[in-house]
């Protein structure tokens, strides 16, 4: 069975620091396969926070946590890590972990593109 499951996450002030983890399983991990992470504000979309390749770990980054947050893999894991430092307010929201194989680079950012969702999990940044 094909799966993703999402931990860490909760509540820190602005400025503090917050660690997410992502497992997968069941997937082929091939040179296409990508882990990444998006996450929902409260009535607004989903979007793209950050993304790293299985073949040569190339990451990607939304704009608006480009030096603050840092996704990293451990392959033999099978594990992906989303380290959020300097966190804001704006940064609330549920975060889901997706993973999915044959997702070219120019999709590598679109939710869609990925076939296996975690449950997500809450990040709460207090001003």
């Known amino acids: 069975q094909v799966q993703v499951t999402e931990s860490g996450g909760g509540s820190v002030q602005a400025g503090g620091s917050l660690r997410l983890s992502c497992a997968a399983s069941?997937?082929?991990?091939?040179?296409?396969?990508?882990m990444g992470w998006f996450r929902q504000a409260p009535g607004k979309d989903r979007e793209f926070v950050a993304t790293?390749?299985?073949?040569?770990?190339?990451?990607y980054y939304t704009d608006s946590v480009k030096g603050r947050f840092t996704i990293s893999m451990d392959k033999a894991k099978k594990t992906i890590t989303l380290q959020m430092n300097s966190l804001r307010p704006e940064d609330t929201a549920v975060y889901y972990c997706?993973?999915?194989?044959?997702?070219?680079?120019?999709?590598?950012?679109?939710?869609?593109?990925?076939?296996?969702w975690g449950q997500g999990t809450q990040v709460t940044v207090s001003s």
């Open positions: 997706a993973g999915g194989t044959g997702i070219i680079t120019s999709r590598l950012r679109v939710g869609d593109a990925y076939s296996t």
């Open positions: 069941g997937f082929m991990f091939n040179n296409k396969y990508a």
């Open positions: 790293i390749t299985w073949s040569g770990g190339f990451t």
